[in-house]
T-cell receptor, first 114, second 113 residues
Framework: EAQVTQNPRYLITVTGKKLTVTCSQN?????MSWYRQDPGLGLRQIYY???????DKGDVPEGYKVSRKEKRNFPLILESPSPNQTSLYFC?????????????FGEGSRLTVL | GNSVTQMEGPVTLSEEAFLTINCTYT??????LFWYVQYPGEGLQLLLK?????DKGSNKGFEATYRKETTSFHLEKGSVQVSDSAVYFC????????????FGAGTTVTVRA
C-alpha cells in the first residue's frame, strides 16, 4: 500500500529537549516536504526536498532542521524545541511530475512542547 | 508570491443542503489548483484537482472549476451528507515556486442530520 508514515504520532516533550520526527514514504517519490498546521493559519511549509541531498527552506524554517540522505526518508529535527513549536506536523511527498502532481500526506504528528 | 484565500468558517449545514466554499488565488505563471479534505483525526487527502483554465475537477459529488479570469476555484456540492463533515483546504502548486503546495486557511464544515 502506498503511504507516508510519520512517527511518533503524538509526543509531549519539554523545552530544549532535542527530538526527531521521522517520515518515510514507499512510493519512490523525489519530492518531500514538511508542514505545520495551526488553527486559523492553515498549513505552512517548513522545509522541502526536491531529491536526495537537496533541501531548502519553506515559509517557517526557524527552529527546525531536516536531512535527506535517502530517497525514502525525510526526518524533521527540532534541536531545542520551544512552546511555539507546539503544533500538528505533516510530512508529504510527490513524484516530480511538475505542478500537477498530487501530494500524499502522512497522518500527522501532534507535538506539545511544555 | 503565491497565495490562496478561502472562505472563513465554520460552516454548519443540514443534510441535503447545498455547500459552496469560495476560494481565490494569486499566482505567477499557470498553477494547478487543488481541494484537499481532512476528516477528523486524519491527514489530508486529495479531493479533486484542476490543472488548467476551465478544467472541472470532480469527486464524491464535489465539483470545482478553474476560472482564470476570476482567479477562483470554488468548491460545490449539491446535497451534503453527515459524512462530509471535515476541514476543506484550497491549495495551489506552481513550477515557479518550486512545486510548493500553498494552502488557504481551511474551512471547517459540519453537517447535521
Amino acid at each position: 500500500e502506498a503511504q507516508v508514515t510519520q512517527n511518533p504520532r503524538y509526543l509531549i516533550t519539554v523545552t530544549g529537549k532535542k527530538l526527531t520526527v521521522t517520515c518515510s514514504q514507499n512510493m519512490n517519490h523525489e519530492y518531500m516536504s514538511w508542514y505545520r498546521q495551526d488553527p486559523g493559519l492553515g498549513l505552512r511549509q517548513i522545509y522541502y526536498s526536491m531529491n536526495v541531498e537537496v533541501t531548502d527552506k519553506g515559509d517557517v524554517p526557524e527552529g527546525y532542521k531536516v536531512s535527506r540522505k535517502e530517497k525514502r526518508n525525510f526526518p524533521l529535527i527540532l534541536e531545542s524545541p520551544s512552546p511555539n513549536q507546539t503544533s500538528l506536523y505533516f510530512c508529504a511527498s510527490s513524484s516530480r511530475q511538475g505542478p500537477t502532481g498530487e501530494l500524499f500526506f502522512g497522518e500527522g504528528s501532534r507535538l506539545t512542547v511544555l | 508570491g503565491n497565495s490562496v484565500t478561502q472562505m472563513e468558517g465554520p460552516v454548519t449545514l443540514s443534510e441535503e443542503a447545498f455547500l459552496t466554499i469560495n476560494c481565490t488565488y494569486t499566482a505567477t505563471g499557470y498553477p494547478s489548483l487543488f481541494w484537499y479534505v481532512q476528516y477528523p483525526g486524519e491527514g489530508l487527502q486529495l479531493l479533486l484537482k484542476a490543472t488548467k483554465a476551465d478544467d472541472k475537477g470532480s469527486n464524491k459529488g464535489f465539483e470545482a472549476t478553474y476560472r482564470k479570469e476570476t482567479t477562483s476555484f470554488h468548491l460545490e456540492k449539491g446535497s451534503v451528507q453527515v459524512s462530509d463533515s471535515a476541514v476543506y483546504f484550497c491549495a495551489l502548486r506552481s513550477r515557479s515556486n518550486d512545486y510548493k503546495l500553498s494552502f488557504g486557511a481551511g474551512t471547517t464544515v459540519t453537517v447535521r442530520a
